[in-house]
């Protein structure tokens, strides 16, 4: 019953920082379409809600830091792009560039999924965070990317897999200490969460391999963020000294586009398997097309 308890306080904490944000979205649309029936009189106040509950919840530190990070990120992300917004809209007597719009739109809705996953988050001791990458524990990956399946049933909203897998890991682990390779994972680890938006989502599936649900895009929008990881991890400049010969640090990816009717466990399956297909390859980026479940193609997008 305790437990119970503090579950239950610690979300009624946020319904408050919903409510708030429900009705500064509406504001912020009127305001920016309408701008002439808008009483000008009424700004639309930033919200000040979730600031006061980060306040709260890292003084009683009920909630991962990394989750923290995560959804501070995202709001400050809102926020900014309701500015755009309303910038844009003023520019254009009330009829905003459509692109400025979805991007508003769609992070006001992905803060808004992120409140709401809270409370099941609540449920677990590690509030659904690895403590040892930082990113979303692997046990919640198939749930997540199944919420992300009934979106695209029910709204046709597209998103994207992704894997990324550590080359030459057999070696890394052979010729250096679990210290070092350990730093290898956490490093790429960090590099995911510098690479990818504040509401998509990470996982460390297993030693060397990294899944990531790029939510809200299509193929396009997962190779752009594969290649913003690649360039984060190229800047680090990081050699790999072994007896025969000294390699760059490098990853390989594979990305997917699903379509309805996809089974997340088959789609990680043919994401480590086309990956693996590639061993020779390494250092490489493969596009996996679903155009339904029972016919795909990979597209080799290998980089010189």
Not at 191 to 196: D, N, T, Y
Not at 268 to 290: G, M, S, W
Request: charged share 30%; hydrophobic share 35%; glycine share 2%.
């Amino acid at each position: 019953m305790p437990l119970d308890y503090d579950v239950k306080n610690k979300y009624e904490t946020l319904l408050p920082v919903l409510d708030e944000h429900t009705e500064w979205f509406h504001c912020v649309v009127e305001s920016c379409f309408y701008p002439k029936e808008h009483n000008s009189d009424e700004l639309c106040q930033k919200p000040v809600s979730f600031a006061q509950w980060t306040v709260t919840s890292q003084e009683d530190k009920s909630i991962q830091p990394e989750l923290l990070e995560k959804l501070t990120t995202l709001h400050h992300d809102l926020v900014q792009a309701a500015d755009d917004f309303l910038v844009n809209g003023n520019e254009t007597d009330g009829r905003p560039d459509h692109k400025v719009f979805l991007s508003f739109l769609t992070l006001y809705e992905e803060f808004q999924n992120n409140v709401r996953r809270l409370e099941k988050d609540f449920m677990r001791e590690d509030s659904g965070y690895d403590a040892f990458t930082g990113l979303r524990s692997k046990k919640l990956m198939v749930d997540d990317i199944e919420r992300e399946m009934h979106r695209l049933s029910r709204q046709g909203k597209k998103f994207t897999l992704a894997m990324a897998r550590i080359d030459k890991f057999d070696q890394i682990k052979e010729y250096y200490s679990q210290s070092e390779h350990d730093a290898c994972i956490k490093l790429v680890a960090d590099l995911i969460k510098a690479s990818i938006r504040s509401f998509d989502d990470a996982y460390h599936l297993n030693e060397n391999e990294f899944v990531l649900c790029l939510k809200q895009t299509d193929i396009s929008g997962g190779i752009a963020a594969m290649e913003r990881l690649r360039k984060e991890l190229e800047r680090q400049k990081i050699m790999l000294q072994f007896p025969d010969k000294e390699t760059p640090f490098s990853l390989s990816c594979c990305i997917a586009e699903p379509v309805e009717g996809d089974r997340v466990h088959e789609l990680i399956t043919n994401l480590q398997a086309d990956l693996k297909d590639t061993d020779d390859r390494e250092d490489t980026v493969l596009e996996f097309y679903e155009m339904s479940p029972l016919q795909r193609y990979v597209h080799d997008t290998t980089r010189h």
